[in-house]
């Protein structure tokens, strides 16, 4: 094979790599979306959520039969959501507990609205999560193994005048495609049903949603559980293609707020678009980068973004009061 | 209907905006308040709507005391405030925006109607029913906040400074509008606004109101000529 | 000063002496080590304080400066056979380079950008040196001399060595605290835009103390290193780091002393100890614990250990805060005669011509020319959304004109940042004013006088004339906390005055205060101006100002409507329609 054909291969399967994991990625800022987004809370253990959907995917796939049940191919994917609830419920405790004294009207007089108090509270609880997990569940790498991870399809798109090869790994296409259903179930009810609108009027305008009868409470700690649940899934599905521990939740955490911020704040849809983006450049940052300096690369995107273009890419620019 | 008794209310718990307010809203109702900036109007319509709480004081609204209730709960009562600078939610359509409105038990049932009538009176927003309510002009958005008040199925219509903002002609036909809506439905109307004559022209009753307190109130014709009312606004 | 400032730690000294006595017994190894760690994560509390405690701009990214002093040290002895004494002196230089560096750019974001950036640059570290094939380094160990590469056997020479630098920091923040910088930090924390209009140059402020932050820290990183012989990048760039710093100062009380030595005294034993104890079958326990002190901190104590204890410690002797003043009817102050008109001094100080600005499509201010005599009180007045506030920000420095000039005394002061406006004469109150609560009014007062004063002393001689001038004398002690808003206010005019104006620019003084206490207010701003001070004054509350100014000027839609006499203005047909609408003056 020619140079020439060796740099194409390397491209579209860098492309085709990017796009299966930055739809997943998607996914991730999507559930940050709804917290970040709709409520403008920090959340700083949004990354530990994942990881707990990790460990309830686990347990579910493994403890409660449902492997057993649905076979090891597509019981991953029912174990992701069957943990779901379990997420929804823990998100809206969380919410109720801790997550509404430090936002919404109560947080008038505070420093900063806030927002300071929202960080250190999310990051105890971060520290809570983590390291609580570590203890119920050891340091050790687990992953949900399917066989599908190892298994790829392989297509030759151009036939025979241009042998090159590229590679479909199946459980990423499968988690891909999980996560545009998701993504779309998701954007009709934040569109098309009542709910999804009185949360976005609530994003919009807090006070005036307040005016049409609409508990801006009881919407945000909605929010908050939908949030969670997305990206716990999110992590769910990551686990049928990576091993896991306790502590996976701090580097993606800079992934989903640099998925959310590229994408603009306030725009479910841009987060999506912001992950994917990510993702691709994830990838082909391989091209120029060593493997470890990815997250770093990473990190200077956000840097970037946040002081180039704070608004993002489909950001609202109004600044909500 | 809407009686506001002697209340005190303000925003931190060290400075009460408003000192012994007492007002009342008849069924089918035109009241007015004027007062310069600064007096506690807003604050007013937000001590009714309970965004602020009252320190002393109490609000009944058809014979119930409401001072403690939920503020998210009023608007199903039949109280509804298109509050002061319009405040759509501009990444949502100007339908979506009505919808909104029609949040409470009430709107719900009566939704169809109230959309009918809503168009007939502001033709406009029909036409524009799917464009992001962001993107209208002043006079629009206003219009789009009254529809949505509107849609509620309201008692009690509460606005606050419908003109503010707009240019006069546009003022003018908002404020028609509203006039003609009030002749239609009957509908009970508690309007705060900075262009006295025209509030008080209509109004059954108008109170003045200064550094939060009511320091004049009469019939709406006959304060429309009370040089007092100018020394409220000008000091002297 | 220094003896001022020693005195005021005589009871940290009192401590620090009883705390070697103490350590001098501990024999095991790994206690001496606690004793050590304590010390040293105080250190690093008491460097995050100088940053964040006192200026509020929480930094949730210490960890990089000491990660960086670690690195610095380990990797030094390692590859150049540095010696640790002089390493930790050139990872402070260090330390402070990083601090600038990544202070410059980050300033600029606000709220949560800023928050979540400070956040990003330790991660970013940790990867960095992850990559450069650093999972783990150790300390090389030197047989020959090794007091000379801070190697001891006995544990409580560390201790010592840490105590030593704990005591110059204490000694250190004490100072700032005391001094100018400190004061220009907190001034930052209560509102930085007063700040800058009190002539605080907050960026070159900001910078410093990131800088100097960061050295500590970074110093603090690198005895850490020394002590603990073995560092990895999770270990000094990682999160808990980071939280570390904000946990111990926290829970003692921010923007203390001693916050940071209360949290660290009490945290890291039980974190340490738990560790010891139960961190073969409970890993991670500490996290748990730092984790549930942080949201019970937050829940039910976010001021900080420290304050809450002195507080009740106050109430049980009685020496509460001032009472939250309720309306009290205050005695009846005999209303002012209305204003007689007054010749008015020919010296023009303030000369406005043709201002303007344009927000994109919106001509918030249009061409506004006007002149202001020595002396005079002129009340800018007009319909909500006037462009009353745009107009006071264009002359004071915070917004750039889109066309037009400003002359104070003759010189063209158009486009110049708010802080050398103040060095020019030109002091400004603003509405919404966050007083430090813990401080006395006097202190708070203080912050105003440092543009033109030399020394401490001569700073704190013109803060009480400004109280003087504004007759909160009889208060001057009492923390700001439990004033009433008519006593904020007149504080927040002695702080503009502490700035020895000639030209004051007041934003609503009277907003929020009954009938009496403006009547006060206005007695004061009346006896200003007798003294030789021209007032500028926005206000809604007419039936003051037309006992309080000279002239009026009005503005409506950002144009000047007119301007002349109180009594000719609020009769003028224009005015009266920009205020009461068209059809009120057709029935006139």
């Known amino acids: 094979m020619s140079d020439f054909q060796i740099l194409i291969e390397s491209i579209l399967q860098l492309l085709i790599t990017g796009v299966l994991v930055g739809a997943l990625y998607g996914m991730m800022c999507v559930g940050l979306a709804m917290i970040f987004g709709i409520m403008r809370v920090i959340n700083f253990a949004q990354g530990d959520f994942m990881m707990l959907g990790m460990y309830a995917t686990y347990f579910a796939f493994g403890a409660f039969g449902i492997q057993a049940f649905f076979g090891a191919e597509l019981g991953a994917y029912v174990a992701v959501i069957a943990a779901a609830p379990a997420m929804l419920l823990f998100g809206w405790i969380i919410h109720r507990l801790m997550i509404r004294r430090v936002t919404g009207t109560r947080t008038a007089g505070m420093e900063a609205d806030g927002h300071y108090a929202q960080l250190i509270l999310t990051l105890g609880i971060a520290l809570i999560l983590q390291n609580g997990a570590m203890i119920l569940f050891g340091a050790d790498l687990i992953s949900i193994r399917t066989p599908l991870s190892s298994e790829a399809w392989a297509i030759e798109p151009f036939g025979e005048s241009m042998p090159v090869l590229l590679f479909f790994n199946k459980s990423r296409v499968l988690t891909a495609l999980f996560s545009a259903a998701a993504i779309i179930a998701l954007w009709m009810l934040i569109q098309r049903t009542f709910l999804g609108k009185s949360l976005r009027a609530a994003a919009d305008n807090a006070e005036a949603a307040t005016y049409m009868g609409i508990n801006v409470d009881k919407a945000h700690r909605i929010a908050f559980a939908i949030g969670t649940a997305v990206t716990a899934m999110a992590g769910g599905l990551l686990a049928t293609n990576y091993p896991f521990s306790p502590f996976v939740g701090l580097e993606y955490v800079i992934i989903m707020y640099a998925g959310v911020v590229l994408g603009g704040i306030g725009s479910i849809i841009g987060a999506f678009w912001g992950g994917m983006l990510i993702g691709l450049i994830q990838q082909f940052s391989t091209l120029a980068l060593p493997t470890q300096l990815q997250n770093a690369t990473i990190f200077v995107c956000f840097l970037l973004v946040v002081m180039l273009r704070p608004q993002g890419l489909f950001g609202r620019n109004v600044e909500r009061t | 209907m809407l009686e506001i008794e002697d209340i005190t209310a303000g925003y931190s718990s060290s400075i009460a905006v408003l000192h012994g307010i007492s007002i009342r809203i008849g069924q089918g109702q035109f009241i007015s308040v004027v007062g310069p900036n600064g007096a506690g109007k807003t604050t007013l319509f937000k001590a009714i709507s309970g965004t602020i709480p009252l320190r002393g004081g109490r609000i009944r609204y058809e014979g119930q005391d409401i001072s403690n209730l939920e503020p998210s709960r009023r608007p199903h009562l039949g109280i509804a405030h298109v509050p002061e600078g319009r405040q759509v939610f501009p990444s949502m359509t100007v339908l979506e925006n009505l919808e909104m409105g029609a949040a409470t038990e009430k709107g719900r049932q009566e939704w169809k109607q109230n959309l009918e009538r809503i168009y007939t009176w502001f033709p406009v927003l029909k036409e524009r029913a799917g464009q992001h309510a962001g993107t209208l002009s002043g006079g629009q958005q206003q219009m789009l906040a009254i529809g949505r008040g509107l849609a509620s199925s309201p008692k009690v219509l509460m606005l606050d400074e419908p003109s503010m903002g707009l240019a006069p002609s546009i003022a003018d036909l908002v404020f028609e509008k509203m006039i003609e809506i009030r002749r239609d439905i009957g509908l009970s109307i508690l309007l705060v606004e900075q262009r006295v004559a025209e509030a008080l022209q209509f109004a059954d009753r108008g109170y003045v109101l200064e550094t939060g307190r009511i320091v004049l109130e009469g019939d709406g014709e006959r304060l429309k000529a009370d040089d007092r009312v100018r020394q409220a606004y000008l000091g002297m | 000063m220094n003896m001022a400032v020693l005195k005021s730690i005589r009871v940290f ?510 007695a004061v701003i009346r006896r200003l101006s007798a003294s030789g001070v021209t007032v500028v004054i926005i206000e809604h509350t007419m039936h003051a100002m037309v006992q309080l100014v000279d002239r009026f000027l009005v503005l409506d839609h950002g144009q000047v409507v007119t301007e002349g006499l109180p009594q000719d203005v609020t009769r003028d047909a224009r005015v009266i329609e920009a205020y009461l609408g068209k059809k009120w003056v057709a029935n006139a």
């Open chain 3, 13 to 522: 000294f009192a401590l620090a002496l009883a705390y070697m006595v103490l350590a001098s017994f501990v024999t095991n190894s790994y206690y001496q080590l606690i004793m050590t760690l304590v010390l040293i994560w105080a250190i690093f509390g008491l460097s995050w304080n100088i940053f964040s405690g006192y200026t509020g701009l929480v930094s949730f990214g210490h960890a990089s400066f000491f990660g960086i002093g670690a690195f610095a040290t380990v990797l030094a002895q390692i590859f150049w056979g540095l010696s640790p004494w002089l390493m930790f002196f050139i990872s402070g230089g260090i330390g402070a380079l990083a601090g600038v560096l990544i202070g410059f750019p980050t300033f600029k974001l606000r709220g949560h950008y800023f928050a979540l950036s400070m956040l990003a640059y330790p991660l970013a570290l940790m990867y960095v040196f992850q990559w450069l094939g650093f999972p783990e380094v150790s300390i090389p160990r030197v047989t020959d001399n090794p007091a000379a590469y801070m190697q001891f056997s006995d544990g409580r020479i560390y201790t010592l060595i840490a105590m030593v630098f704990l005591c110059a920091v204490v000694v250190l923040s004490r100072a700032i605290e005391a001094s100018r910088f400190g004061m220009a930090l907190i001034a930052i924390k209560q509102n930085e835009a007063a700040a800058e209009a009190a002539g605080i140059d907050t960026l070159r402020w900001k910078l410093k103390a990131i800088a100097l932050s960061g050295g500590i820290a970074a110093m603090a990183g690198s005895l850490y290193a020394v002590v603990i012989l073995v560092i990895t990048p999770q270990s000094v760039f990682g999160m808990l780091v980071s939280a570390q710093a904000l946990t111990v100062t926290m829970f003692g009380g921010a923007g203390t002393l001693w916050g940071p030595i209360i949290g660290s005294a009490f945290l890291i034993p039980i974190a340490e100890i738990l560790h010891a104890e139960l961190g073969n079958f409970l890993p991670g326990i500490q996290g748990v614990v730092y984790g549930i002190a942080i949201v019970v901190l937050i829940t039910a104590a976010p001021e900080g250990m420290f304050w809450k204890v002195r507080d009740w410690l106050r109430s049980g002797r009685g020496e509460t805060l001032a009472a939250s003043a309720e309306e009290t009817p205050t005695a009846t102050v005999t209303p002012l005669p209305a204003r007689e008109t007054r010749d008015l001094n020919p010296e023009i100080v303030l000369d406005v011509r043709n201002m303007s600005k344009n927000f994109g499509g919106l001509k918030a201010v249009q061409d506004v020319s006007f002149k202001v005599n020595k002396g005079m009180i002129l009340g800018i007045i007009g319909p909500n959304g006037a462009g009353k506030t745009t107009l006071f920000n264009l002359l004071n420095g915070f917004q750039l004109p889109s066309e037009g000039e400003v002359y104070v005394d003759g010189v063209n002061m158009a486009r110049r940042k708010p802080h050398e406006l103040c060095h020019a004469g030109v002091g400004r109150t603003f509405q919404i004013m966050r007083p430090f609560t813990r401080m006395s009014v006097r202190d708070n007062v203080k912050v105003g006088s440092y543009v033109t004063a030399k020394d401490e002393a001569e700073a704190e001689a013109i803060a009480d004339n400004a109280l003087r001038q504004v007759g909160l004398s009889h208060i001057a002690h009492q923390l700001a906390g439990g004033l009433s808003t008519k006593d904020l206010r007149l504080m927040e005019l002695a702080r503009a005055l502490a700035g020895r104006p000639h030209i004051l620019l007041l934003d609503e003084t009277l907003a929020g205060l009954g009938k009496e206490e403006a009547v006060e207010v206005v």
